[in-house]
């Protein structure tokens, strides 16, 4: 069965500086990789997204994740974090089998102090 | 531009009543969906369709319904049968697995 696990439900951390958010995801059959982020009281926004070619994804607000196919990971990392990144962000996978389906994680919250 | 339409903001229900949240989309996707969040929770799928006049059961799809009458228009009706409905609603479209496009939400209170 395919599944989509986020290890961490909150993470803490200070301003400017680095932040991974994790995500491992289990599948048979080839998946398309996607980070979603949401404000409070908004819907979710994608992030970056991985379909295929380069397994390093950039977004445009200095997010990147690295698709590791091996050990079956999606992990979103920031070099240096903002007030601003404070929100909840959700992984999720899309894979096709007869149809498209996508299956999210439980997400995690990303609180980021001053 | 294109994007996803969700109204009314907020809505409020008395007990018994059907309400219907509307989901708008000029995106021409053919995929639509519903889904609920709850405080602290993550998304569960209620509906989705992948074609006009076509739809399936989510994962928790009790005391919802939905038609697809028009390819940009998917509404939600939650009916008297669904005993805890206070949630946020998110509905969303996609194209042939391409990521999702949201709306900005419903918040559904019982009063």
């Known amino acids: 069965a395919q599944s989509v696990t986020q290890l961490d439900s909150q993470v803490p951390v200070f301003e400017e500086a680095p932040v991974e958010l994790r995500c491992n995801y289990s599948?048979?059959?080839?998946?398309?990789l996607f980070w979603y982020v949401q404000y409070p009281n908004q819907g979710l926004q994608l992030l970056l997204k991985?379909?295929?070619?380069?397994?390093l994804v950039e977004s445009i607000n200095g997010f990147e994740a690295e698709f590791n196919k091996s050990q079956t990971s999606f992990h979103l990392r920031k070099p240096s974090v903002h007030i601003s990144d404070t929100a909840e962000y959700f992984c999720a996978v899309t894979l096709y089998t007869g149809g498209f389906k996508t299956i999210f994680g439980a997400g995690t919250r990303l609180f980021v102090k001053a | 531009d294109g994007g996803i339409t969700q109204s009314p903001k907020y809505l409020f229900r008395k007990e018994g009543q059907n309400v219907t949240l509307s989901c708008e989309q000029n995106?021409?996707?053919?995929?639509m969906y519903w889904y609920r969040q709850d405080p602290g929770q993550g998304l569960r799928l209620i509906y989705y369709s992948q074609i006009v006049n076509d739809f399936q059961k989510g994962d928790i799809a009790e005391g919802y319904s939905v038609s697809r009458e028009k390819k940009e228009s998917f509404p939600l009706t939650v009916t008297s049968a669904q005993k805890n409905p206070t949630a946020f609603y998110l509905c969303a479209s996609s194209n042939r697995g391409d990521g999702y496009t949201f709306g900005s939400g419903t918040r559904l209170t019982v009063v």
């Open positions: 991985y379909l295929s070619g380069s397994t």
């Open positions: 599948s048979s059959v080839s998946v398309y």
């Open positions: 995106l021409n996707h053919d995929a």
